[in-house]
């Protein structure tokens, strides 16, 4: 399928990611966006990003921008550095998926864009543009900044006695994060460092990565292990035996531990976050960080508003106290405050993360995906079973009576027995996504893998 927006920027083959096709969508956002005579530019680690990087300053160039290269870092640290320039950012990156696909996510210099954002960038794209190579201007502060975002905030020491596991793969957050750990008062062990790009995808961790991570715990003896997707705004997190935390729970433990009273994420996440008891209000939205932004955007102004997915990635929506001073608001995904604050929590407490965890309802949720999908037949099959309950039984068969469904985004069933089951086609991939809750962990996982199985057939 051609490039194309989706719940995560503009997204597509590398093949067809072409400079004049990039340049082309970087000019149309500057023609509808703000900005003051510069664009910030970051990547991610993948092989095609720096040449794709190199398309982006031309573009701007073309348009009457100086293009700033902060270089390869996290997404959340690009959209940071730049919000406090006052300028829009583009950050090259094709997330947690395959490297022979890229993106590019762009930003204002308030945020992440909207869905509006995008339209208004569909109606001005004129096709491929050719832009002649040219040289930008080096930001080294971008990193820096943001790695004393989390040092100011949680105080040295924060993290003292702690031993924990990087799992670094090719993330482009690998040695920054490392490096805010021990700066933190943590003893740090490198793992699984790659120079070949590996797609993690947060929220669907395969059996054979979830055995690695788990034989590295008892390994080395780790209080935890620790990781991102690609761009770094994903979270992965272990606890002390190398049990993924879901990307949700994380949000929950963050989320209450930073004082939120109201929380804004998908109709994919846990429902234990409305069992806990601990916020005022629960806001769910479609899947993806521009429809939680939007609804964090509509919160009242007194709120203490913070949002996440249940991939893990973080948007704070208020400046919050900590041990050692202010954080500011970062509406955007970040993976480094849901790893970082519930470790220092532990610490404060002298307990483990299963002990945070334990503390929580008794609601676990899986999830994976079949890729290599056609997104068409996906669509049919998610459309069709929303709209014939005689095929929806059938699909579901042996899951017992359904109580609910929510067409929020795809198809979400609750059934009598408290599981609950969410297909879903990707936005931004050939991917069709199925999400399950239950009581365990285990169950939950079969449900996964019993449905995506009857879906496979069903799809042909």
């Known amino acids: 399928m051609p490039p194309k ?25 500057l023609k509808v966006t703000p900005h003051s005579g510069h664009l910030m530019i970051g990547r991610d680690l993948r092989p095609s990003s720096e040449r794709i990087a190199a398309a982006v300053a031309a573009a701007a160039v073309a348009e009457g921008l100086t293009p700033v290269d902060c270089g390869a870092l996290p997404t959340p640290a690009l959209a940071l550095a730049a919000m406090e320039a006052g300028a829009p950012s583009v950050m090259v990156t094709g997330s947690h998926i395959p490297a022979d696909r890229n ?38 502060e971008a990193v820096p900044s943001y790695r004393r975002r989390y040092l100011s905030y949680l105080g040295r020491s924060a993290l003292a006695g702690l031993r924990v596991g990087v799992y670094e793969h090719s993330s482009v957050a690998r040695d920054l994060l490392s490096e805010t750990l ?37 390994e080395h ?22 049990r993924v935390i879901p990307g949700d729970v994380l949000g929950v433990l963050t989320a209450s531990l930073i004082g939120a009273d109201t929380v804004v994420t998908p109709v994919s996440s846990n429902t234990m976050i409305e069992l806990s008891g601990r916020f005022t209000r629960v806001v769910r939205t479609k899947i993806g960080s521009p429809y939680v932004i939007a609804a964090m955007q509509a919160a009242p102004k007194s709120a203490r508003v913070a949002g996440f997915e249940a991939n893990g990635g973080f948007l ?3 400046a919050a106290e900590g041990r050692g001073g202010l954080i500011a608001p970062l509406a955007t ?12 929590e532990c610490v404060q407490r002298r307990v483990g993360l299963g002990d945070l965890i334990a503390a929580l309802p008794a609601r676990a949720t899986a999830s994976d995906r079949l890729t290599e999908v056609e997104t ?44 609950i089951l969410h297909l879903r086609p990707s936005g931004n991939a050939p991917e069709l996504r199925c999400y399950a809750e239950a009581e365990d962990t285990e169950t939950a996982t079969e449900l996964v893998q019993t449905t995506l199985k009857i879906a496979r057939e069903a799809i042909g």
């Open 103 to 140: 993106g590019l996510k762009f930003y204002t210099a308030n945020g992440e864009i909207t869905k509006a954002d995008e339209a208004a960038i569909l109606r001005v794209y004129a096709g491929e543009t050719t832009c002649p190579p040219v040289e930008a201007v080096q930001d080294p």
């Open 221 to 242: 003896r780790l209080t935890a292990i620790v990781s991102t997707d690609g761009d770094a705004d994903r979270p992965l997190m272990t606890d002390a035996k190398g």
């Open 333 to 344: 995904r970040d993976a480094f405050l849901p790893i970082l604050l519930p470790l220092a």
């Open 5 to 29: 927006f989706g719940t995560s920027g503009l997204r597509g083959l590398v093949s067809e990611l072409t400079d004049g096709l990039c340049a082309g969508y970087v000019r149309a956002f």
């Open 182 to 218: 021990r700066f933190l008062g943590a003893e740090t062990v490198s793992l699984g460092r790659s120079e070949t790009f590996i797609p993690v995808d947060t929220e669907a961790v395969d059996a054979a990565t979830r055995d690695m991570l788990a034989g590295w715990a008892a």
């Open 376 to 419: 068409e037949k996906s669509l049919a099959l998610v459309e069709l079973l929303s709209t014939e309950p005689e095929a929806r039984q059938v699909f579901f068969d042996g899951n017992g009576p359904e109580t609910a469904l929510d067409q929020t985004d795809g198809l979400r069933v609750t059934f009598q027995s408290g599981n």
């Open 316 to 318: 704070l929506g208020f």
